[in-house]
């Protein structure tokens, strides 16, 4: 499988990808800065050198062309403002959903975050992250040419992975390794029997694959 990440010298991404090539599958990473190339030749992906803040949705699913599933992994970070949850966090989304639609994409995996809602109160920057989430989240869930699924991790940690999650609608709240998110996903993109679900995820007691397969059974 190729599999195009969006956000691809994030934190996340970069564990996702050492994963995917790995087991044998060709990752692609969108980045901003080409100096971060680097970093992704190291764990055996591609680099695309694209800014989905200032990229046009042809640009986008130009590179998104021939992919089995694309992967929204992409952040504003925490040190930025507001201004940039709208762009990044809402707005790249949107255009990265528009992007596989127009290339025909139909696998899309989100990385998003527990409480996103596009109704979440309060005017602090976090707030106002966890609505630009949620609306972004909501943007995706209305495209019906996507198999589009939506994880939503509990707080993360760089804590060593245990392999162990709770994977479910509902979790609750929860820390998790970002180890284990990325396993996570490498499941998910690999199962579109999960699409149009939307799952939280913390640490747990569940091996990821068999939590995966649980999910997509029910």
């Known amino acids: 499988m190729r599999i195009v990440i969006a956000g691809g010298h994030g934190q996340i991404a970069l564990r996702l990808e050492r994963l995917l090539s790995a087991h044998g599958h060709e990752a692609a990473g969108i980045i901003r800065k080409a100096e971060q190339g680097d970093d992704l030749r190291a764990v055996g992906a591609e680099p695309i050198l694209l800014d989905l803040e200032s990229a046009s949705v042809e640009e ?4 998104l062309q021939g992919a089995d599933a694309a992967v929204f992994a992409a952040g504003a970070g925490p ?21 596989a639609v127009r290339a ?29 989430k949620g609306e972004a989240d909501a943007y995706v869930t209305r495209q019906e040419a996507l ?48 699409a149009g679900l939307v799952l939280e995820l913390v640490g747990g007691s569940v ?12």
């Open 60 to 63: 986008v699913a130009a590179h």
């Open 79 to 99: 040190g930025s403002g507001v201004g940039r949850k709208e762009t990044v966090d809402r707005g790249a989304a949107v255009l990265f959903a528009d992007a």
């Open 104 to 132: 025909r994409v139909r696998r899309f995996v989100v990385v998003s975050s527990m409480g996103a809602d596009p109704a979440h109160p309060g005017d602090d920057v976090f707030d106002v992250y966890l609505r630009a």
């Open 147 to 194: 198999d589009w699924t939506i994880l939503r991790p509990g707080s993360l940690t760089n804590d060593a992975g245990t392999g162990l999650v709770r994977l479910e609608a509902h979790t609750g709240r929860g820390a998790v390794p970002r180890d284990d998110v990325a396993a996570v996903l490498a499941e998910l993109v690999d199962t579109s029997s999960t």
């Open 207 to 218: 091996p990821v694959p068999v939590a995966v397969k649980s999910v997509a059974g029910n």
